[in-house]
């Protein structure tokens, strides 16, 4: 069974401009979390999706977006990207309606100039 | 919210020592225990997690522990490997469709 995939695997943006970050989670899989990975923050939740409603929600400007299609892939999206929001963007989906259990993509590094 | 602390930071170990990590939570309501490994420039990975229904759970070198009393849950690796040697985040989540909080992580070092 294939793992969660997120594309692109590296993205380098300027400030103000938007990005669009694409995960698939595991065949099956309902539940699409996201991340943000920093040094200084580790990973700190963004939102959670399941059968395509946002269930839960960060901390997060916003600036920071997603949404979730009818075959469970998910897409977020920031606008107006600020220097600080360069970081490594994980997903994770789960089986079940549970998100115990996550199982993590290989990441999205952002990086704003 | 939960609030995760976890200890050390860093842990450097000789290859064959134990290595133990420990995470305090806040919310009593928590039942879900995850601990992931990630290692340089690769995913976190689920490596155990304990409900806390149980007070402790082993898979081969490693073990968790848990006491709910004290609002702490353990990880101990046994018989260290260089392999071993990764960021390890723990996380407590009141299960269902409550997120993990995840704790910032510890760099564990095993030095052959």
């Known amino acids: 069974k294939a793992g969660v995939t997120q594309t692109p695997r590296y993205l380098i943006k300027t400030r103000g401009q938007q990005v669009t970050l694409s995960c698939s989670p595991i065949?099956?899989?309902?539940?699409v979390s996201w991340y943000q990975q920093t040094p200084g923050q580790g990973l700190q939740f963004l939102f959670e999706?399941?059968?395509?409603?946002?269930?839960n929600k960060g901390n997060f400007p916003g600036r920071f977006s997603g949404r979730q299609f009818s075959n469970s892939r998910s897409e977020m999206n920031v606008s107006t990207l600020e220097l600080g929001d360069s970081a490594l963007y994980l997903c994770?989906?789960?089986?079940?309606?549970?998100?115990?259990?996550?199982?993590f993509g290989p990441g999205t590094r952002l990086t704003v100039l | 919210g939960e609030n995760v602390e976890q200890h050390p930071s860093t842990l450097s170990v000789q290859e064959g020592d134990s290595a133990v990590i420990k995470c305090t939570y806040s919310d009593s309501a928590s039942n879900y225990f995850p601990w992931y490994k990630q290692e340089l420039g690769k995913r976190p990975q689920l490596i155990i997690d304990i409900r806390s229904n149980v007070g402790e759970k082993k898979d081969q070198r490693i073990a968790v522990t848990l006491n709910k009393t004290a609002k702490h849950f353990s990880l101990h690796i046994t018989e260290t490997q260089p392999e071993d040697s990764a960021v390890y985040f723990c996380?407590?989540?009141?299960?269902?469709?409550?997120?993990?909080?995840f704790g910032r992580g510890t760099s564990l070092i095993v030095h052959p």
């Open positions: 994770a989906s789960s089986r079940l309606e549970s998100v115990d259990e996550q199982f």
């Open positions: 999706y399941f059968s395509e409603t946002q269930r």
């Open positions: 065949s099956g899989h309902r539940s």
């Open positions: 996380a407590a989540s009141k299960g269902g469709s409550y997120i993990p909080t």
